[in-house]
């Protein structure tokens, strides 16, 4: 069965840098685009991009553009997001999922990011 | 960006009602909508792609309906595990976005 795991819960100080994984299992991971996705306390999801691991290629949000980074590991099914310049708005939980003809079949169970002095 | 609304941000009802809750979006996206549902400290789930077609193993009380700009996620007989918060997610252009929830609560 498909499973995306992803890595533990952060604590960042204003400024900083997060580095988040998830780690897939159960399907051809080169053959479906993952995307990332943040949701902040009681607000609707948010898209934050999406890596094509069998083209390599990367697409993100308007809004972070410059700010996040989503990185692949093929030969160990692992995706990895990065966000710098962390602020207060940036807290939340992020989640991986896997995209199915622009829609999210699958997720990962959340990692919580607090940013906080 | 298209802007997705969802009407009522709450609701209650009992165990056995029919609910009914409406999407929209901000200019016609086909039938590009997707239907999720989250419950507290979980990933949302998908429930409904293509705004009618049923994801699999998703129970069929649940149904969706709609195209362009409105839509439809409809619970023929509330159960209890039902109750949770429904987003809907457009799907016809970046950026990908989400309406701002129903929240389904315990009459």
């Known amino acids: 069965q498909v499973q995306m795991v992803q890595s533990g819960a952060e604590v960042k100080r204003p400024g900083a840098s997060v580095k988040l994984s998830c780690k897939t299992s159960g399907y051809s991971f080169t053959s479906f685009v993952i995307h990332w996705l943040r949701q902040a306390p009681g607000q609707r999801p948010e898209w934050m ?15 972070l553009r410059g700010r ?17 310049s962390l602020t207060s708005d940036d807290t939340g939980i992020y989640f991986c999922a896997r995209e199915r003809g622009g829609l999210f079949d699958h997720w990962g169970q959340g990692s919580l990011v607090t940013v906080s002095s | 960006d298209i802007q997705m609304t969802q009407s009522p941000s709450t609701l209650s009802a009992s165990v056995g ?32 792609y293509k705004a ?6 998703v129970s069929s009380r649940f149904s969706g309906s709609g195209s362009e700009t409105e839509f439809t996620l409809t619970i023929s007989s509330l159960q209890p595990e039902d109750f949770a918060t429904y987003y809907c997610q457009q799907y016809n252009s970046y950026p990908l976005t989400f309406g701002p929830g129903t929240k389904v609560a315990i009459k």
């Open chain 2, 17 to 48: 009602d029919r609910v009914t809750i409406t999407c929209r979006a901000s200019q016609s996206i086909s039938r590009w909508l997707a239907w999720y549902q989250q419950k507290p400290g979980k990933a949302p789930r998908l429930l409904i």
């Open chain 2, 52 to 57: 009618s077609n049923l994801e699999g193993g």
């Open chain 1, 49 to 63: 991009g999406w890596h094509n691991p069998e083209l390599g290629s990367t697409y993100y949000s308007y809004q």
């Open chain 1, 68 to 84: 996040v980074a989503i990185t692949v590991d093929t030969s160990a099914a692992e995706a990895f997001v990065e966000l710098n």
